[in-house]
């Protein structure tokens, strides 16, 4: 049967013309009716707490840890911290799986900074894949990069270096430049020594524009290690995936507008694309859990084809 739905999904204006395609601005809008099995994959009005999504200023016990979160984060993400991390995890010494090894593994992990959802990450994961899976159907890249995008958050775990959350999660940023006011608690990079440090708080910093966000350092965490991975294990997942995996916790950018001074022609090109993901990233954060037996088969044959069975992490 089908169902009828008042407003369509995945939506950022309402008044935006709802044709179901890829719109010129990268964005997508989708047809009012939906399929009763697909209804656990409509964006929610509200978060699983009862808010607007990426609401950073409700009072509640969430918004306070996540507000402790970013103090932490900004304070503590200086270029040579990010110089440090990269170092170290750019050995990929850690561990030797698969890619749906890692999967199980979120299973142990709670994101700290989202204000949205206190669930497992491997829903998340499969819920973003699910819905992107049923409006791009031929685009199995994108599929794949959905399942894959936070595979990064192991690193707070124990036989990853166990690194506090303000090192792994959370929404990312250029270190050796100005950090913007769009960043989200922007009053705690007054704490940051960087903030202080003439070769860094500019706007340009230690960067020129147009230089390409492949050669800008961001903030250490899990975009930047999954990436690490997925290149260096010759993964054949095409630009715009890796773009995604690498910035898709870079809101200032692909939701603020900011920092677009750095970004060269290709930059460009594939955030298309990650605006198309983030809609799906952001608003198919849900309660309704997707049955992973039934879906793994289509997942494993994604995995196989873009990746080697065993990877270095």
């Avoid at 922007?186 to 070769?199: C, G, R, S, T, V």
């Avoid at 340009?204 to 975009?223: A, F, K, P, Q, R």
């Avoid at 054949?236 to 939701?255: E, N, V």
Wanted: hydrophobic share 35%.
């Amino acid at each position: 049967m089908t169902i009828s739905i008042e407003k369509p999904i995945f939506v950022t204006d309402k008044n935006e013309d709802k044709t179901g395609e890829l719109r010129s601005d990268g964005r997508f809008s989708m047809p009012n009716i939906a399929t009763e099995e697909e209804v656990a994959l409509l964006a929610p009005e509200m978060n699983a707490f009862g808010r607007q999504f990426r609401d950073y200023d409700a009072k509640s016990e969430r918004q306070k840890s996540v507000e402790e979160f970013y103090s932490l984060q900004h304070i503590n993400q200086t270029v040579d911290f990010v110089k440090k991390m990269r170092a170290e995890y750019g050995k990929l010494d850690k561990k030797v799986m698969s890619i749906w090894e890692c999967c199980e593994l979120l299973n142990e992990v709670v994101d700290e900074s989202d204000p949205d959802l206190d669930e497992p990450q491997i829903q998340h994961l499969l819920q973003s894949a699910e819905a992107i899976r049923k409006d791009y159907p031929n685009e199995d890249w994108l599929h794949l990069t959905a399942l894959i995008h936070d595979l990064g958050k192991v690193i707070t775990l124990p036989q990853f270096g166990g690194l506090p959350q303000w090192a792994t999660v959370g929404d990312t940023f250029p270190v050796g430049c100005a950090f913007d006011e769009s960043n989200v608690h922007h009053k705690y990079f007054l704490e940051n020594p960087d903030f202080h440090n003439q070769a860094y708080n500019t706007k340009n910093g230690i960067y020129t524009e147009g230089c390409g966000l492949n050669n800008v350092m961001m903030s250490w965490g899990h975009d930047d290690y999954m990436y690490m991975v997925v290149k260096e294990n010759r993964s054949t997942l095409p630009s715009a995936g890796q773009f995604i995996i690498r910035y898709h916790s870079f809101y200032p950018l692909h939701t603020a507008g900011e920092y677009t001074h750095l970004m060269n022609e290709e930059d460009k090109r594939n955030l298309k694309w990650l605006h198309v993901f983030n809609q799906y990233d952001l608003y198919s954060k849900s309660k309704v859990h997707v049955d992973v037996e039934k879906v793994k088969p289509y997942y494993m044959s994604l995995i196989k084809k873009y990746f080697p069975e065993s990877l270095k992490w």
